[in-house]
């Protein structure tokens, strides 16, 4: 069965620090790129990060840049997100998601989105609160 399946998540202080990963299962990230979105309780999804497939081009939100960093590991089956200087503004759900067909997006995130999303993971709930 081919799914994401995302952890790290928890509760953490402001100005603290968390590691996201989203896992595969039953394909690699060689054919896909992956984006990291959120969805805080009353706002929509956001997109938060992305990294494409084979060059490994990354491209980060405006509210994340400087403090969150993507990146893959070495058998490109598990993406990860660094997330630094965390602010109560970051409380989420963070999903993962792949999407085969903007697999070689440039150069921003954006762009990938419109290709859209394939395969979607159930999410992990990140809390930054004191």
């Known amino acids: 069965e081919v799914q994401l399946v995302e952890s790290g998540g928890g509760l953490v202080q402001p100005g603290g620090s968390l590691r996201l990963s989203c896992t595969a299962s039953?394909?690699?990230?060689?054919?896909?790129?992956i984006g990291w979105f959120r969805q805080a309780p009353g706002k929509e999804r956001e997109g938060v990060s992305c990294i494409s497939s084979k060059e490994g081009n990354t491209d980060y939100s405006d509210s994340v840049k400087g403090r969150f960093t993507i990146s893959t590991n070495g058998a490109r089956n598990t993406v990860y997100l660094q997330m630094n200087s965390l602010k109560p503004e970051d409380t989420a759900v963070y999903y993962c998601a792949a999407s085969l067909s903007g697999r070689d997006y440039y150069p921003v995130c954006p762009t990938l989105y419109a290709y859209g999303m394939d395969i979607w993971g159930k999410g992990t709930l990140v809390t930054v609160s004191s």
């Open positions: 039953g394909f690699t990230f060689d054919d896909y790129a």
